[in-house]
């Protein structure tokens, strides 16, 4: 069995009232895990063993017909799949890098174009694209403790991604949270909420634990680390909203105002993914 990095998580503190529910991270986890196992450098149990914290039960299933049939995986309203069979999938497919795709409004970085994969990917936030498969992979909640993996077959090409350095990522990234302290004073949550820094740190023990594969480069995992950190700051920064404390014109400056950190956020994440990638699968 291969060795983890694990982080483990505990629940929150009573009265913790930020939210983190919608932090795009189980594609991240399928990305890093799913590259591995095809490299031979981590056991399928592993990787059904750190998918695991992100829901109780996962199912999967074909998008359509055309997903279906380069997939063999069933159809909605069919018996579901499992994560085995998407495995196997993969793995019966030409091999290359997965890549990380995370967006947000006026950020579709990272999608193949138009198409239904890319329309779902925008819909939910988040998702995984093997280009030289063919296969794109995205997760949704479905009912309370079970994770929907829908599975389409994208045809190419696919432009490539867009490289961004780690190291510019990082830099980037820590900038944003020496910034992020003083926009929080400017803004005015230190102030409304004086306990908002214990908040933010009962907010990250409650997420779903991280668990990685051995040899994962250990600048990746630091920014991943600080994404986490500064997606809480951001999560702490943004609970005001209209019908809170705000107005809703002070919300929505501050909403605009915290753009930046956002977009960070998501370029860390994404490139902290592509580093560890490229340790298993280079490009």
């Known amino acids: 069995m291969s060795q983890t990095v694990t982080r483990t998580a505990a629940g929150p503190r009573p009265g913790a009232v930020i939210n983190l529910a919608s932090v795009p991270r189980p594609s991240a986890t399928f990305a890093v ?6 490299a031979g450098s981590a056991a399928p149990d592993d990787v059904l063993d750190a998918l695991a914290p992100w829901a109780d039960a996962h199912d999967v299933v074909a998008a359509d017909e055309p997903s279906a049939a380069a997939t063999d995986l069933p159809l909605p309203g069919a018996p579901v799949s499992s994560l085995t069979f998407l495995f196997a999938a993969l793995r019966r497919a030409p ?8 967006t947000a409004p006026g950020d579709i970085r990272g999608l193949p174009g138009p198409g239904p994969f890319g329309s779902a990917v925008i819909a939910a936030g988040e998702g995984v694209l093997f280009a030289e498969a063919g296969i794109g992979v995205v997760p949704s909640i479905i009912a309370d403790g079970v994770l929907r993996w829908t599975v389409f077959a994208v045809p190419g090409p696919v432009a ?3 490289y961004v350095p780690i190291g ?3 830099a ?6 020496r910034e992020s302290t003083s926009l929080l004073t400017e803004l005015g949550v230190a102030r409304h909420r004086p306990g908002v820094r214990e908040e ?4 990250l023990r409650a997420r779903p634990a991280s668990h990685w594969p051995g040899g994962m480069p250990g600048r990746a ?3 991943l680390q600080q994404a986490d950190e500064v ?4 999560a702490a920064a943004l609970v005001d909203e209209p019908g809170g404390a705000l107005t809703a014109s002070a919300a929505t400056a501050r909403r605009e105002a915290l753009r930046p950190l956002e977009t960070a956020v998501r370029i860390a994440r994404r490139a902290a993914v592509a580093e560890a990638v490229r340790t298993y699968v280079p490009a």
């Open 231 to 234: 997606e809480a700051i951001l």
């Open 172 to 177: 980037e990234l820590r900038s944003q949270v």
């Open 221 to 223: 995992l630091r920014v």
């Open 200 to 203: 933010i740190a009962a907010a």
């Open 95 to 102: 091999r290359g890098p997965a890549r990380l795709v995370l």
């Open 33 to 38: 895990w799913s590259s591995a196992w095809l």
């Open 160 to 162: 490539p991604a867009e």
């Open 168 to 170: 510019e990522a990082e």
